[in-house]
C-alpha cells in the first residue's frame, strides 16, 4: 500500500536560520508531490508541485524552494527564515487515481 | 480553475444528515468535483469525487445538479468525528495540484 512520510512533526527555528523539510513516498512510482503551507487560521496555500525528477513548480514567489532528487523524494528548503514562514506545512501525492494523499504535516514556529 | 463558493459555517446534530453546498458556476465540462476534509492538525483527507452522476462511497453521497453548478456532499448520519472543515475543489485532471479554498467549517453538536 502506498505510504507517505513526513518529519519532523515539529519545529522551532530562529528568524535567519535554514531549513529542510523531507517527505519521501512508498509504494507507487512517479506521482506527482506537493508542498502546502497553512498559516495559522488560515487556508491551505500551494506551494510547490512536481510531476517528475527535477521538474518543480512554484505557485508563491517566497524565500523557500523545493527539489526532487528522487522520484519519491521532496524536500523543502530555505536559506534563511522569516518569521511569516511559520505554519502547518504538509506534503501531498498524487497519481493515476483521483485521490490525492496528504501527510501528517510539519507544524513550524520561527521565532 | 473554476472557483468554489462554500458557506464559512455549518452546525448539525450528531446523528442527523448534512448537506454541504457548494456552487461552481463556472464549472468547464470537464471539471471533476472533489472534496476533502480536514480534521483539527490533520492533513486533508479524500472524501468523494464525481463528474455528472451522484456518486456514493462509504463516507458520504454527492449529489451533482443537472447543469453542474452547484453540487452538496451529504453526510447521512453525523458523527463528532465528522466535525471539520470541508473543501469543494474544482480539478480539471488527475496532475494538477488541489488547489484549496476556504471551505465549509462543520460542527457537530452532541
Known amino acids: 500500500s502506498q505510504t507517505i512520510h513526513q518529519w519532523p512533526a515539529t519545529l522551532v527555528q530562529p528568524v535567519g536560520s535554514p531549513l529542510s523539510l523531507e517527505c519521501t513516498v512508498e509504494?507507487?512510482?512517479?506521482?506527482?508531490l506537493y508542498w502546502y503551507r497553512q498559516a495559522a487560521g488560515r487556508g491551505l496555500q500551494l506551494l510547490f508541485y512536481s510531476v517528475g525528477i527535477g521538474q518543480i513548480s512554484s505557485e508563491v514567489p517566497q524565500n523557500l524552494s523545493a527539489s526532487r532528487p528522487q522520484d519519491r523524494q521532496f524536500i523543502l528548503s530555505s536559506k534563511k527564515l522569516l518569521l511569516s514562514d511559520s505554519g502547518f506545512y504538509l506534503c501531498?501525492?498524487?497519481?493515476?487515481?483521483?485521490?490525492?494523499?496528504f501527510g501528517q504535516g510539519t507544524r513550524l514556529t520561527v521565532v | 480553475d473554476a472557483k468554489t463558493t462554500q458557506p464559512n459555517s455549518m452546525e448539525s446534530n450528531e446523528e442527523e444528515p448534512v448537506h454541504l453546498p457548494c456552487n461552481h458556476s463556472?464549472?468547464?465540462?470537464?471539471?471533476?468535483i472533489h472534496w476533502y476534509r480536514q480534521l483539527p492538525s490533520q492533513g486533508p483527507e479524500y472524501v468523494i469525487h464525481?463528474?455528472?452522476s451522484n456518486v456514493n462511497n462509504r463516507m458520504a453521497s454527492l449529489a451533482i445538479a443537472e447543469d453542474r453548478k452547484s453540487s452538496t456532499l451529504i453526510l447521512h448520519r453525523a458523527t463528532l468525528r465528522d466535525a471539520a472543515v470541508y473543501y469543494c475543489?474544482?480539478?480539471?485532471?488527475?496532475?494538477?495540484?488541489?488547489?484549496f479554498g476556504k471551505g465549509t467549517r462543520l460542527s457537530v453538536i452532541a
Open positions: 509504494g507507487t512510482s512517479n506521482p506527482n
Open positions: 463556472t464549472i468547464s465540462g470537464t471539471d471533476y
Open positions: 464525481g463528474l455528472t
Open positions: 475543489i474544482l480539478r480539471r485532471y488527475l496532475n494538477t495540484p488541489l488547489v
Open positions: 501531498a501525492w498524487s497519481s493515476v487515481i483521483p485521490e490525492a494523499f
